[in-house]
């Protein structure tokens, strides 16, 4: 099946530094990229909608220079936090949109996650 | 606006059966997901409906009823391991997917 890596699955920062997060589609092209943050006990919480080739799309809320996403390619999509703060500390999980064409269903595949702590 | 109801926790035993129940007004319908998630890590996916009835897989089973907005997720023969979240997901008219808040559920020996 579809599978989509992403990396790194931890990492600690310092206050007011950057960090970047990869995701890639590893046997498939993502036209369509999610980006999700989840707080503890909490659902995923949307934070923007990336098309390869075109400009992300924000949820309410969401500060686009602070979360940058690139979506350059049918294979990588990147989230870049930064200048991070201690509020930031979260799991930052991406998610692709893949057309399944057995099953006639947009399958939504999840990149592993990562637990962003910044300190 | 959009909501998804699913209870915040059950608790079952092992060997037994649990339904997790999720109902949904949403703008538009394209189909509901069901997710597992374990703690600290990504929800995994565990089924699809799009049509109304029942579909079956393996110890798994999820249920649909468009008209009455309303689905469920059946895990029989219950295990340790599938002690996690369970994520009821929607996709609507806009194909974006709208999530509950996910049922925590607790497997006791």
Not at chain 1, 76 to 96: K, W
Not at chain 2, 7 to 25: D, K, L, R
Not at chain 2, 84 to 94: F, P, Q, R
């Amino acid at each position: 099946g579809a599978v989509v890596s992403q990396h790194p699955s931890r990492v600690i920062c310092k206050s007011g530094t950057s960090v970047k997060i990869e995701c890639r589609s590893l046997d498939f092209q993502a036209t369509t990229m999610f980006w999700y943050r989840q707080f503890p006990k909490k659902s995923l919480m949307l934070m923007a909608t990336s098309n390869e080739g075109s400009k992300a799309t924000y949820e309410q809320g969401v500060e686009k220079d602070k979360f940058l996403i690139n979506h350059a390619s049918l294979t990588l999509s990147t989230l870049t936090v930064t200048s991070a703060h201690p509020e930031d500390s979260s799991f930052y999980i991406c998610s692709a949109r893949a057309l399944d064409r057995v099953a006639s269903m947009e399958a939504y595949t999840f990149g592993s996650g990562t637990r962003l702590t910044v300190v | 606006g959009q909501n998804i109801d699913q209870p915040t926790e059950m608790t079952a035993t092992e060997g037994a059966i649990v339904q997790i129940n999720c109902t949904y007004q949403t703008s538009g319908f394209n189909g509901l997901f069901w997710y597992q998630q374990h703690a600290g890590e990504a929800p995994t996916f565990l089924s699809y409906n799009v049509l109304d009835g029942l579909e079956e897989k393996g110890r798994f089973s999820s249920f649909l009823s468009r008209s009455k907005g309303y689905s469920y997720l059946l895990l029989k023969e219950l295990q340790m391991k599938d002690s996690a979240s369970y994520l009821c997901a929607v996709l609507d008219s806009n194909y974006q997917l709208i999530w509950g808040a996910g049922t925590k559920l607790i497997i006791k020996p």
